[in-house]
């Protein structure tokens, strides 16, 4: 990854992240003990839009892409979690407003 710093959020359900144009630049996911651990990021405002990530760990593992130049969204940030995760942390670069 780059040396420029990426904006982060920990996601603990799922949820919107942003509503509008960013940059997706990867994921972590850790699956608990009690099994196998999915999520999907979507370009979107809902599980609706286009899946553009998908991750799967087996119990006590991790999942990670970094992505270094990116993915461009259109629509915004949407992450869908499975069962079983013990953490998901997306890392996002928003694009100014009016930039697009």
Same mark, same amino acid.
């Given at each position: ?7 982060? =959020?920990?996601?603990?359900? #799922?949820?919107?992240?942003? /509503?509008? @144009? ?8 850790? =699956?608990?003990?009690?099994?196998? =651990?999915? @999520? ?7 599980a609706?839009? /286009? ?5 799967? =760990?087996? @119990?006590? /593992? ?23 995760? #013990? ?10 407003r009016?930039?697009?």
């Open positions: 990854m780059a040396d420029k710093p990426f904006g982060h =959020a920990r996601v603990e359900v #799922d949820r919107q992240l942003l /509503e509008r @144009a960013a940059v997706y630049h990867g994921a972590i996911l850790r =699956a608990t003990a009690a099994g196998t =651990a999915t @999520a999907t990021v979507y370009d979107g405002l809902a609706t839009g /286009e899946p553009i990530d998908a991750f799967r =760990a087996v @119990a006590s /593992e991790h999942d990670f892409h970094m992505l270094d130049p990116g993915i461009a969204l259109r629509e915004g940030l949407y992450i869908d979690l499975g069962d079983n995760v #013990d953490f998901f942390t997306v890392y996002y670069e928003p694009v100014p009016g930039a697009r």
